[in-house]
C-alpha cells in the first residue's frame, strides 16, 4: 500500500529530525539563562538574580555600616548584551568578558562593583567580609568581579574573617549610668 508507506515514511522523518534536534540541544543545566521571573532590580537599576540580590543587598548594608560604599556597575546581562562586551573584547576594547553562554552575568550571579584596585579600602572590606554573604572572587585579574556562590563559599570560623585573619571581637555595648 504506498499510500500508508509514504505516511510511515514522513513519520520516521519527523521522528529522526526532532531526535536531532534533542541531541543537539545543550543540557538545560548547562544553559546560562536567567529566568525573568527570577531577576530582580536593585535601587541602582541593576537586576540580579533574586537570592543574589538579597545576599547583596545584606552584605551592603553591613559594608555601609563600617563607612565603606558598595557600588556595582554591571550586575544581569542579557545574552545581547553579553555578546557586545565579548565582540569589544575581542577587537581589543573593553575589559576581559566571557563568550556569551560562559559568563554567570547571564545568569544574574555576578556583580562588578567599583573597588578602586587590589589595594583599596573597598577591595580589603570584600576580601575579609564577602564569604560572609556567599559572594567570591572567581577571575584573578579582576578584582572588581564577584559572584554569589554560596554552595562553595564557607562563611570564615569563628572569630576570623574570610582571609583567615583574627578579628577583635566587638566591644560590649556602652551603657550609660542615669544620674537620677
Ligand atoms: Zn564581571
Not at 14 to 42: F, G, M, N
Not at 137 to 163: M, Q
Request: hydrophobic share 35%; glycine share 8%.
Amino acid at each position: 500500500m504506498p499510500l500508508s508507506l509514504l505516511r510511515w515514511s514522513l513519520l520516521l522523518l519527523v521522528c529522526l529530525l526532532t531526535w536531532d534536534a534533542l541531541a543537539a540541544a545543550p543540557p538545560p543545566s548547562r544553559r546560562p539563562k536567567a529566568k525573568a521571573s527570577k531577576l530582580v532590580r536593585l535601587p541602582g537599576g541593576h537586576r540580579l538574580h533574586r537570592d543574589a540580590a538579597l545576599a547583596f543587598q545584606r552584605m551592603e548594608r553591613e559594608a555601609e555600616v563600617d563607612g565603606v560604599r558598595l557600588h556595582i556597575t554591571s550586575g544581569y546581562r542579557s545574552p545581547r548584551e553579553q555578546r557586545a562586551l565579548y565582540e569589544q573584547y575581542r577587537k581589543g576594547h573593553g575589559n576581559r568578558a566571557a563568550r556569551p553562554g560562559r559568563s554567570n552575568h547571564q545568569r544574574g550571579l555576578a556583580v562588578d562593583l567599583v573597588v578602586g584596585g587590589a589595594t583599596s579600602p573597598r577591595f580589603a572590606w570584600l576580601a575579609a567580609n564577602a564569604c560572609r554573604f556567599g559572594f567570591r572572587r572567581t577571575v584573578r585579574s579582576e578584582p572588581w568581579h564577584w559572584e554569589y556562590r554560596p554552595r562553595i563559599t564557607l562563611p570564615p570560623l569563628p572569630g576570623e574573617d574570610c582571609l583567615g585573619r583574627r578579628v577583635a571581637p566587638e566591644p560590649p555595648p556602652v551603657v550609660k549610668n542615669d544620674p537620677s
